[in-house]
């Protein structure tokens, strides 16, 4: 329980507003909020493993709002509920976009009376997701100022067009587990590369997510694709300002061997590109069918033009003593697996399995903390409570 | 803590049979009874808001069964489960009518085992919902009786043919609130009337749940409607005989004007005619989409004729002061805003949006009352607990 | 409370290696095991009924996996994992048949961060849902060894193309209640038959569960069915085997009456052929829905010649006594009732209705009973404290 009390001290270290404000983007936090969700997490994953109950909630709902299929998102997010004690509440809205305005606000006051967390789900509709999210979170300040919410829910961003603030602080909570702390990423390398897949249309907010965070401590990003796989703009720029911010660099490449070169971690990982993202969005809007299945057409013949962005053993040399940390958000696409050809070969993946597993073991826990750093202006109490108490999770 | 202790106070000097018996219909309970559900749901809202749990079941499961779409009252039944610490299980049955007899009486029997609560909602067809929860409710007491259930769910109405009464009854919390007490509501005008909306086949059971439960309380209730949206005879007949024993009155007139009149709460919402819903009801039997197309366009083209029954400023300008409180069972028909033009204006429906949602918030507490009273004989007693152990809700 | 005393001394009195091992195939596990499990069952629901919470989990996930429509199981399943506290999660995968390799290995790790219990039902594909489990166990084991998972969930075998242990384990207990004990079934004729329905493609794991568990305790078990009515060859072999090792005996006969005649326990229920079940296991596969038809065509033709397999007063009467126990798995083809020529009368089916509803019963009990024996190494200590906790289910 060492562990757990160094956390505790450190999280009451850190200074912190979270309490406050919902975690949508990652660049609209400190790095000692980002820190704080981190060791958070940590402890959350601690006492879990000790055998000790997280359960700050006794009853309360966790609403959950998906408008895309998901499995990983929709498990991490049932399994941060109940580590904390909230029963999931599924809102099926259908997968159609929501109308806004009146029925947004209404809805969000609707399923909230007896909830603590809203998680959302919401990356199909470029210049949609995160500002559906951020009306949802002005109807429920609204209905907490108004008194018909008894008290504000976190409100939780599981991936939107722009963002996906858990995949990338459960990336960051593997790195400083596989580095052994935050400080040791300064300087190391990271190449967040495109990668061929054979399907299309894969959000733009993994890489997005990956650049506006790991920027922030003094890493030494690269963002490798062909021509034309741009990400939004915007969201370049903040990652460029980030590293100038951190101490750290950003650079764009168009090879993935030439971001690979030396790198200490790679993330290779398909993407649609931005403009074609817009143009989707509008076709969804108008429900152009043929419209989509022609996008679709074009977009599969280009990225053919890009089967040698592959991650093979090869590649893999070229990195820091040719055995970069690989990542991968998954499902990967793997060459011969679970496709002809894919993002990465079976032998680097098989290589790096493991790790990614524990990668994706991170998300619950970051989950949860960031649901707690919301409910608690002094986490570090509450979680010091929990040791304290020490109730077994299992007699 | 002293409103809650006034309130056991009030519900232990309340006469109830309502742990032998299931709140079907608002006027087969005794005013004891009613009285006594809301003093619960109000306890039971205080002490959340006061942060105490109110979990009497540790461990158990609330089934629901929803025979047509519903995101409000699902949300209501699930948040009313967690409060009381049941795990909801939804019984997907598909969306046609459930085949009776043997079926009915073993499909009651095997999700029950471990079960302290059924919820269900069957409003589609005319005749048959509430039938149907009587079948399920007689094959519980017969499971009891020959030992397969070692204890009787609770059986909720979530809205039926004839009536809506967690709907009505938190109506009832509401007006509680808002006027100070069941006492202040005699001699009150309330004008349950009909209104113009774009959509056809609105179930009757919330117009008939508010006159058969208003007219308990010594309100002056007018139902307005054009001619021809009757609503089920018999169901008339009760809020007649209900207003003579209460001592308030009962009278129905075809002009909105008429009810809006010196009207203290005003309750504009659209519903089908009962004949049409007779008709509608065999159509769905028998499968005939073509039927019911052509229903449905009839009705359509009737209401367009009756695009006047819409609740505008100067409507509300006729009620008493000019300010009469808007009820809505949500969502409404606003025109400009969900619809061209609908049950309501804008204007209005803004002053008055706040209020619905504070209308709304009291289902949940309604709802777990209502099964609290059905599984405690001396429902007093375990607030009393509840209150004494005053375990945290949140940490 | 002297009945769980007992109970638990049972318990600890047999030897069980089930901690160690996930309880796919009856036969796999010892006759001291499956006493185990069904003590284990019926202390908790004699606790249950006691009203004493059995809630060893404070917090946990329970997975289900249904490749197919259930509502019994998923209730039994649902209410296992709630008495235990685990919170259910579902797993959709769709219904078509999962890939198998890394996405089984993925997903089953992905999953279970947080989870203490997966339970699967498959039983579509001949060949196919047993082998998938012990994949997807295979995948758990790998994830503890390499320190992904925390701890490995048990795995429950909630139906496969081989087994259905929860069901066969469930009327085990129910005899074992019915009987008294399970030395009482020692010598008890049981007549596993098959019997006319008018649908096809009903799996064989019924039939196949209840002669692999029943040939356990020196029952004399009779299998019958027309030609052609085959299980799986293998099967019917450890049947003969269990037989032979457990003092009773097994055979095989053409004809419902020969089963019937001078037999306890009677037990008729449709299956189609074991090479039926492969041929549209192949069309499944091939997704060949015209073969499907074409099959389906002509095993109703086939079905359609042994409607005389019907559990009529007559054929009870050939019974012992004239009132042999009639089981049942449900629902049952109904003559007259379900539909207009099935497996029972409705006369027979009516005098032990609430017999087959106490059978069923027993499954919630048998299923948290497995989750208890695969979690814990002395399930008995578990229940001790449990019993001496004595702490209330309902307030």
Chains 1, 2, 3 share one sequence.
Request: charged share 20%; proline share 4%; glycine share 8%.
């Amino acid at each position: 329980m060492n562990t757990v009390n160094a956390l505790i001290k450190q999280i009451n270290g850190l200074k912190s507003e979270l309490s406050n404000k919902d975690f949508l983007l990652t660049w609209e936090q400190t790095p000692q909020e980002l820190q704080q969700v981190l060791a958070i997490a940590d402890a959350l994953k601690t006492l879990r493993e000790e055998n000790i109950a997280t359960k700050v909630f006794n009853s309360g709902l966790g609403i959950s709002v998906f408008r895309d299929n998901s499995t990983r998102t929709r498990f991490s997010y049932a399994s941060a509920l109940n580590l904390l004690g909230l029963a999931q509440q599924d809102l099926d809205e259908g997968k159609s976009q929501i109308a806004h305005g009146e029925t947004v606000r209404e809805t969000a006051n609707m399923i909230s009376f007896c909830a603590d967390a809203i998680g959302i789900r919401d990356d199909m509709y470029l210049g949609a997701g995160n500002a559906y999210m951020r009306e949802v979170g002005a109807a429920l300040d609204d209905g907490v100022a108004q008194g018909v919410l008894p008290h504000r829910p976190a409100l939780i961003n599981l991936q939107c067009d722009i963002d996906h603030p858990t995949q990338a602080m459960a990336d960051l909570a593997w790195l400083k587990e596989h580095f052994g702390n935050l400080e040791n990423l300064k300087g190391k390398k990271i190449a967040m590369t495109w990668a061929y897949s054979p399907s299309y249309g894969k959000p733009l907010s993994v890489p997005q997510g990956i650049i506006g965070l790991m920027t922030r401590f003094g890493m030494d990003v690269t963002l490798a694709h062909p021509q034309g796989y741009d990400l939004i703009p915007q969201v370049v720029e903040v990652a460029r300002r980030n590293a100038a911010e951190s101490g750290g660099s950003f650079r764009q490449v168009d090879s993935m061997a030439e971001a690979f070169k030396g790198a200490d971690i790679v993330y290779p990982k398909s993407w649609a590109p931005y403009q074609v993202m817009q143009q989707r969005t509008e076709l969804l809007r108008q429900n152009d069918h043929d419209g989509l299945h022609t996008l679709e057409q074009h977009c599969l013949a280009q990225n053919a033009k890009h089967k040698d962005w592959h991650c093979t053993e090869e590649m893999m040399a070229l990195t820091k003593g040719g055995d970069a940390l690989y990542m991968h958000c998954l499902p990967a696409d793997i060459s011969g697996v679970s496709c002809p050809e894919g993002e990465v070969t079976e032998s680097v993946f098989e290589k790096y399995r493991i790790a990614t597993y524990k990668e994706a073991s991170w998300k619950p826990y970051i989950i949860a903390a960031m649901i707690l750093a919301r409910k608690y202006a002094q986490p570090g109490a509450i979680l010091q409570q929990l040791l304290e108490e020490g109730q077994k999770r299992v007699k």
